[in-house]
């Protein structure tokens, strides 16, 4: 199901003997579009330290309570490797994260979780998780290669960033809508209303993205300010299904990502 980015702000984080703290953003990566880290404010209990939690760690997402249950504790978020999350997150401090929590590294394998399409662990990697594993250390060196290799992008950052088409501005980035299951970012949803009077609320795939420019917030789109006046208007009240999806690439003239 596509929810969402904004959604997760304000969930509360359970770790197995008690509550971690409140969603305050996500980070995801440019490269695959897929949500990596939920950006997490502890709070008092640990002096409103900002932690990264990975959806390797993520055990349920529960909408009715706006919760979200992990297979941490306390003590092992506690201990974790300090990062800035003011600050861009390199592979290196990635690596230094997935080895305290033995997760798998997404960046390396060809699939959206590395080696799967899904952020799963086996039954070993759950049971050490907070441990520093006995595991093969070449899957790691590739985090430390390029310490300034920075693929993490705040979600909240890119709020507000201006859509560039290949003839003009044609609105800015109100959100995004990701798939709760794999966590793959999906869409941009761009308000159009300050470019065109009576403007209106529409879809930009990620995948139809050429680029990101971070130092003068623009997201480049092959597309037309044509194409996307006369996109498939976005209804808030109604849920994205296949058919809407379908309906939305077949006016773009795109191939459907799950083709």
Same mark, same amino acid.
């Given at each position: 199901m596509l929810r969402k980015v904004t959604e997760l702000n304000g969930y509360s984080l359970l770790a197995t003997d008690g509550e971690l703290g409140k969603v305050k953003d996500v980070f995801f990566d440019d490269e695959k579009w897929t949500i990596r880290y939920l950006v997490v404010e502890t709070g008092?209990?640990?002096?409103?330290r900002q932690v990264l939690i990975s959806p390797y760690s993520i055990a349920q997402v529960n909408a009715a309570d706006e919760s979200i249950a992990v297979?941490?504790?306390?003590?092992?978020v506690k201990n974790s490797p300090d990062i800035d999350t003011h600050q861009?997150?390199?592979r290196q401090m990635?690596?230094?994260?997935?080895?305290?929590?033995? $997760?798998?590294?997404?960046? $390396?394998?060809?699939?959206?979780?590395g080696a799967?399409? $899904?952020?799963?662990?086996?039954?070993?990697?759950?049971?050490?998780?907070?441990?520093?594993p006995n595991r093969a250390e070449e899957l790691l060196e590739a985090a430390s290669d390029n310490?300034? =290799?920075?693929?993490?992008?705040?979600?909240?950052?890119?709020?507000?960033?201006?859509?560039?088409?290949?003839? =003009?501005?044609?609105g800015h980035v109100q959100d995004m809508l990701f798939d709760d299951e794999n966590w793959a970012m999906r869409y941009f949803v761009v308000d159009t209303r300050n470019w065109?009077?009576?403007?209106?609320?529409?879809?930009?795939?990620?995948h139809w993205i050429d680029r990101l420019d971070w130092?003068?917030?623009?997201?480049?789109?092959?597309?037309?300010? =044509?194409?996307?006046?006369?996109?498939?208007?976005? =209804?808030p009240d109604q849920p994205l299904d296949v058919a809407a999806e379908t309906r939305l690439h077949q006016h773009y003239d795109k191939r459907i990502y799950w083709e």
């Open positions: 008092s209990w640990l002096n409103s297979r941490l504790t306390q003590e092992q861009p997150i390199s990635e690596g230094d994260y997935s080895r305290y929590y033995g $997760l798998g590294s997404y960046w $390396l394998g060809p699939e959206l979780w799967g399409a $899904l952020p799963i662990l086996g039954a070993a990697q759950v049971e050490g998780m907070g441990h520093v310490p300034e =290799d920075y693929h993490l992008r705040s979600a909240d950052n890119v709020k507000g960033y201006h859509i560039r088409g290949t003839d =003009d501005e044609i065109w009077p009576g403007g209106r609320k529409v879809l930009i795939a990620t130092a003068d917030s623009l997201v480049y789109v092959n597309l037309t300010q =044509d194409q996307i006046r006369n996109s498939p208007e976005l =209804d």
